[in-house]
């Protein structure tokens, strides 16, 4: 069974914008999902129907089997969504808010107690469970809402953005979290615009540009698809004239730094063979662009130009 | 976990979670509306009333004391509703309940039962405020909680309802302002509409207020400008279309929902 099924969906605003242009979408069951696109691409729309809280124009949506049109109660029982905008209340003791939200769907004060203990420590949150959420600074508010979210334990997590605006440190044990979540057993849909974490979580993806969905793929297929990768390379001495490499074109950054493109047909080892026999050390080397922030922007850089002609 | 065991507790938690609202903030909404009653008893009651004489046969302070009750109850149903769930909607907290398998029908006997809630209390201690100013005889507990409730539970709605089409602060007071307010004035809690000339009497019929300060006014005193039957029909009748078209509202997901 899959997680999720999107067929055909289409939203019109009440202004007329059309956000979602025919969208399919499929996520298996037990799948770390990633949906990227540019702002404004309909990611969040998207997320906003699948949870109830926009009204589709046309299309189906099924979460575990159940229909969103015949069985709403359904699908929402599956669901623990993480949204974009901070959206409880400012006025309300957080240890209340996860509790209640737990409320809601029908979990006993008792035992969702005891869940919302277990969610508030996971995220670190429970020390501060009697405290006004607006006390919260951005991050913690942001973990708020994913212990929110996980509160009668759904079985598809919705994520959008949910380490904007997170520090490092945080945002790495966020990613910890969501994989451990996901190792047992919970499908994980993730938005995000630090494609380098979609990269190292995800298995799947789906981009989405100005309402289509223009790639929907295994992650690592999608990898292999760039032809090319660019990287830095710190030099030893500096360089006062370029040495043409066979096979490779350096270009200058300044004294010390130059960029080289590498296609797939060729490897690193050829390269530094070639810098060797030129004498160039190098003291050391970074991807220029993550690999899936490079085939994004090629994506919808294409996707712009064919909208231009 | 049956379907009915799981909407019980949502329905719990909303009203608990809407009781705590209000009971915390007492200040604000459980003491103004003593003190504005009292004012109108010293006022209405003991200055001016001992010169007005008899009303319907009652000193004026005891008949106006049915109608500030329930003007009490009027308002602070209303505005507790409304005031709470215009402020589940700005601060989009009202998604914490839209993305929950709860149906439309238990969000809104939560949200109403918070309003009675505070009706109620508001009601108890207006009540209790009152028993100082006058010596009153309760001629039929079960007609005045009848209505004492009906009342909470219509103005409910209508505050909820008001909060679905509220975009602003400024919208939830216009409804209080220009027709409630003057709704209730002239819905004969301070006169009785029998000193109306018969055209203003006419016209009175049409005010909802009127028919439920009346049967309150039956319930303690005993008397009453409308037939019993009528005021109670009308009420509940006004409570189902306004049933009917709240939960029209939140299916449609007028106002919350794009
Ligand atoms: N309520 C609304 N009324 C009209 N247009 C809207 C509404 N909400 C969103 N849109 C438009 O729909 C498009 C998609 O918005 P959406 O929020 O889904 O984008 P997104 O992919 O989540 O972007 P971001 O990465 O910035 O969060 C945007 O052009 C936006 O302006
Ligand atoms: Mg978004």
Redesign the interface.
């Known amino acids: 069974m899959n997680a999720l099924n999107i067929r055909d969906l289409r939203k019109v ?2 202004n007329g914008f059309e956000a979602l242009k025919g969208v399919d979408i499929t996520v298996q069951q037990g799948d770390f999902f990633a949906l990227l696109g540019p702002n404004g691409a309909g990611k969040s729309t998207a997320i ?1 129907i699948i ?5 589709k124009t046309s299309g189906h949506v099924e979460v575990f089997g159940h229909d969103l049109d015949n069985d ?3 699908v ?2 599956c ?1 623990g ?1 993480v ?1 974009q ?6 006025w ?1 003791p957080i240890g ?1 808010i996860v509790v ?2 737990a ?7 008792k035992e969702a107690w005891r869940r919302a203990e277990a969610s508030l420590r996971q995220l670190d949150l429970w020390d501060k469970r009697q405290q006004m959420s607006r006390t919260l600074s951005g991050g913690m508010k942001r973990r708020l809402m994913i212990a ?1 979210a996980l509160v009668h334990r759904p079985k598809l997590l919705i994520l959008d953005e949910p380490t904007a605006g997170v520090d490092i440190e945080i945002r790495r044990s966020m990613w910890e979290f969501m994989s451990e979540l996901n190792r047992q057993g919970t499908t994980i849909i993730l938005t995000t615009h630090y494609l380098e974490e979609a990269e190292s979580l995800c298995r799947n993806i789906a981009i989405i540009n100005q309402g289509r969905i223009v790639e929907h793929s295994r992650m690592d297929r999608l990898l292999h698809q760039l032809h090319t990768e660019t990287f830095v390379l710190n030099l030893r001495d500096p360089l006062n004239e370029l040495p043409s490499l066979q096979g490779f074109e350096l270009k200058r950054l300044d004294g010390q730094r130059v960029e080289v493109a590498v296609n797939s047909e060729q490897s690193i080892n050829q390269l530094f063979e070639q810098l060797s026999l030129h004498e160039i050390g190098v003291t050391s080397l970074r991807n220029k662009q993550n690999r899936l922030e490079q085939l994004f922007m090629n994506m919808v850089e294409s996707a712009r130009n064919g909208a231009a002609q | 976990m049956t379907r009915y065991s799981r909407y019980l507790t949502a329905f719990q938690t909303i009203f608990t979670k809407e009781l705590l609202r209000f009971t915390r903030i007492w200040l604000q909404t459980i003491l103004p509306p003593v003190i504005t009653t009292v004012l109108y008893y010293i006022i209405f009651g003991n200055l001016i009333g001992s010169r007005i004489g008899e009303m319907d046969g009652f000193s004026y302070i005891d008949f106006i004391v049915p109608g500030l009750i329930l003007m009490a109850v009027i308002t602070n149903s209303y505005s507790n509703v409304v005031s709470s769930f215009f402020s589940s909607k700005f601060q989009r907290h009202v998604e914490e309940l839209i993305i929950s398998p709860v149906p439309n029908w238990v969000i809104l006997a939560g949200y109403v039962a918070g309003g009675v809630a505070r009706g109620v209390m508001v009601g108890i201690a207006v009540t209790s405020v009152s028993l100082f100013f006058t010596d009153i005889q309760v001629q039929s507990y079960g007609w005045t909680l009848t209505v004492f409730i009906l009342t909470a539970i219509l103005f409910s709605l209508a505050g909820f309802i008001n909060a679905v089409y509220a975009n602003s602060f400024d919208d939830i007071s216009i409804v209080p302002t220009f027709i409630l307010t003057p709704l209730t004035y002239l819905g004969g809690v301070f006169y009785s509409i029998s000193m109306l000339p018969e055209f203003w009497q006419q016209v009175s019929l049409a005010n909802p207020i009127l028919y439920m300060v009346n049967a309150f006014r039956y319930g303690l005193l005993g008397v009453s400008d409308i037939p019993m039957g009528v005021a109670l029909g009308i009420v509940v009748l006004f409570i189902v279309a306004l049933t009917g078209f709240s939960l029209y509202l939140l299916n449609r997901g007028i106002g919350i929902k794009n």
């Open positions: 605003y009440k906003g949870s109830s809280l926009v009204n709403p109660e359904g929402k029982s669901i969504l949204p905008e901070f959206n409880f209340n400012m309300e209340e209640n939200q409320g809601f769907y029908g979990i006993p004060r929110r």
